[in-house]
């Protein structure tokens, strides 16, 4: 049996025959950091993933995948660490401790927020929904120096936000990086709250009110981008700054 790295590198090789230079310039405008991407659409990527998925799965079993996926996300190829969350999502149901505590591990290998996003977003959130009790470590993520950390905290809650559940987490969660400084964080926050008020308008209006004199005018105009008009304005009306 081939070992998970030269698998790995046989997707790496996948990936850079189908780069597309022109497309590579388009994705670097999203950033404001310079990003190494081989120019493949999201789309296209998801297709190659699946396939990788299904014939790794059925040949080797789950822990072989996941041991692909880590050696994908050590790269530093925006492709490369895409693929190896898309590798994983349609198995996020089947993951327990000893994943949550590798995907943990990922956060340190994140340099932009778009993989930072798809790891949290498909991979951490689904897991907090299914398991309360790895919710202390979305605090332990906020107090973090690591700006992608802090994000990680917001976007952790958010499958749960969607759900109406994690209520009086996400009040903690903002009181505790309402002062965070670092546009990442604020876009995080803003995108919790947001969703939050899309599932439980009338709670998370109560809770934007009662934040709003000291939130960054960042995370309340995200927050309430889905509000009514009225009750954007009334928000927004007093915001910090």
Known sequence: MKSPAYIADHVRRVIRDGASAPHAEEVQRFFKEEVASRGWYTAELRKVAYRFHRVLLNEHGLDYLVSVADQLFRGRVLEEKSIAVMLLE???GQFGPKQFLLFDEWLDRVSSWADHDALVY????PMAVDDRARLPVVFRWARSPNRWRRRAAC???IRGARRRMFRPEIARLS????GDDDDMVQKGLGWLLREYAKADAVSAVKLLMKLRARAPRLVLRTACETLASKTKAKVLAKAAR
């Open 122 to 125: 498909y991979l951490i959130s």
């Open 90 to 92: 349609k198995s996020v």
């Open 155 to 157: 976007v952790a809650l």
């Open 175 to 178: 009181e505790m990086l309402l």
